[in-house]
Nanobody, 124 residues
């Protein structure tokens, strides 16, 4: 089992940047593929980005491709989401998630463990 703790959300102007961090404790972090999801008010939770166990494979939602970068540091048990050129439509609660197998999965149901969520608000 793994516990996930998020940090780094906040309020930023459109065009600005933020970096989210998700720190893990418990079972060996490198065992898990990781992902970021987000959920805006009144909307379903949507996939944002994925990274494989070793970090060699990543995937992004079309809406964030070229603006967001997912990375991980297994020595620090942490996964990051660097968000550049933020838009008002990026406003949401962001979650990190972990799954115990290495396939690219873009649905929330495919993940076993979740962080508590952190609010990102982009003002236009």
């Amino acid at each position: 089992q793994v516990q996930l703790l998020l940090s780094g959300g906040g309020l930023v102007q459109a065009g600005g940047s933020l970096r989210l961090s998700c720190s893990a404790s418990g079972r060996t972090f490198g065992y898990y593929a990781m992902a970021w999801f987000r959920q805006a008010p009144g909307k379903e939770r949507e996939f944002v980005a994925f990274i494989s166990r070793g970090g060699s494979s990543t995937g992004y939602a079309d809406s964030v491709k070229g603006r967001f970068t997912i990375s991980r540091d297994n020595a620090k048990n942490t996964v990051y989401l660097r968000m550049n050129s933020l838009k008002a439509e990026d406003t949401a609660v962001y979650f990190c998630a972990a799954r115990g197998t290495n396939e690219v999965v873009r649905t929330a149901a495919g993940y076993d463990y979740w962080g508590q969520g952190t609010q990102v608000t982009v003002s236009s």
